[in-house]
């Protein structure tokens, strides 16, 4: 009882305020640079709908279902499915639609869709009343303990304003150029800490895979790794930003969660699109590529899954090393099981990463933390003093996590981080 309540006072109240001043902060805009961006993708929405029209003879709303329905079911004779959201469209790409005249439809869909999203929820956005771009923290917003952002409305505010900055990714789908509009105050400058293959790292440890954890600790990319054992090339052919690295690094992260063949296509062809990647696997292929995880892993399955099993068969609850708990009620299914294989991962780096932030506010409180994102947040601050803040990001992020009380009891792990400083939110650099 007296642990619980420590982490209840000690850890889970002192989140409200931290959160609170995140979103009362808010982060500065570069207004020109918005400006750029929206007739940039104007533009580019008005070509693809253009290329669109053209292909297909007469216009199209691709935000319309039932326009899209009659489109890709009659018009395009594709397998009739029970939706036309992105998801099945990707799966036509992946596994039926070979013909170069309907994929290009397929993705101008995709492209054209995107691009309206990139507008109206982004480059559309409205500011807050200052003038500065805001989110709103759920700090109960998933069931691992992971927070949520959203878009800052009624009662909050007469009209809808800001982002989602946690749906902002780094790259692909214009991730990047969003991250250009967000700029420190005057006078200041970002830094942004981030865990590295921080949830990887928690599976290897919990998995009882010495070998993953020796080849993190060697300093080896463990994706491109895992990439020359899918694709069956030397690690030394797997380029930094190669269809191959990427494929090794979604293929692992699905892995360890069991995510199934269809899953696993869906998300590669997907993100692939997302990112700008020039790949497309089918669902026989995704087969085929978990079952060389199976072979290259298979402490992951063999230890980690089975024991997660056996103590949810007994007592339907799981405790993290930051003494978060949750209770299965669910039916026993393979989707509860994927549920709770993913929950001391994800619960266990998003803690840490709540852990470092309040560490890193008790000492600095005169410092902002703008964003956070998980396994990563951002702070502000004078840049005359970088010297003496970056190595107090990178103590609190880095303190070795205790798994000794965790429901899979193991040792200890210290995540290593990255600091990346820079002008916007998008023109980071890295730092020793």
Known sequence: YLKYRDI?????????????DIEMRGVKVDFSRRKE???????????????????LGYELNSMSAPQVAVCLFKGLKCPHRAAVDNDTIVALLGNNIKDERRVKILNLILDDRRLRKLLGTYLYASLDFDGRMRTSYRIDG????????????APRRME??????????????????LRSILIPDDGMEFAEIDSSQAEARVVALLANDSETLNLFNSGIDVHSFTASKI???PI?????????????????????????????????????KRFHVDLVISEFKASQILKKLDALMPNVRGVFHKEVERILSETRTLETPFGRKRTFFDRWSDKLKKESYAYLPQSTVADNTKRAMLMFKRARPDIDI????????????????????LPLLRMCMELPIDFKTCSLSRGTLSIPSEIKIGPNWKDLHGVT
């Open 8 to 20: 209840y006072f000690d850890f889970v109240m002192p989140l409200h305020k931290l959160y609170y």
């Open 37 to 55: 961006l929206t007739k940039k993708y104007e533009l580019r929405q008005k070509e693809t709908h253009a290329q669109l029209t053209n292909l």
């Open 142 to 153: 998933t069931e691992t303990g992971r927070t949520s952002t959203g878009i800052l409305k």
């Open 160 to 177: 809808k304003i800001g982002w989602a900055f946690q749906t902002i990714t780094k790259s692909g789908d214009f991730g990047e150029d």
């Open 231 to 233: 694709c069956g090339i």
């Open 236 to 272: 030394e052919s797997v380029g930094k930003d190669s269809a191959e690295r990427f494929l090794g690094k979604r293929g692992r992260h699905s892995y360890n969660y069991d995510i199934g063949k269809r899953e696993l296509m869906l998300t590669i062809n997907s993100d692939a």
């Open 370 to 389: 703008l964003i956070e994102s998980h396994d990563s947040f951002l702070v502000q601050y004078p840049t005359n003093q970088r010297d003496t803040l």
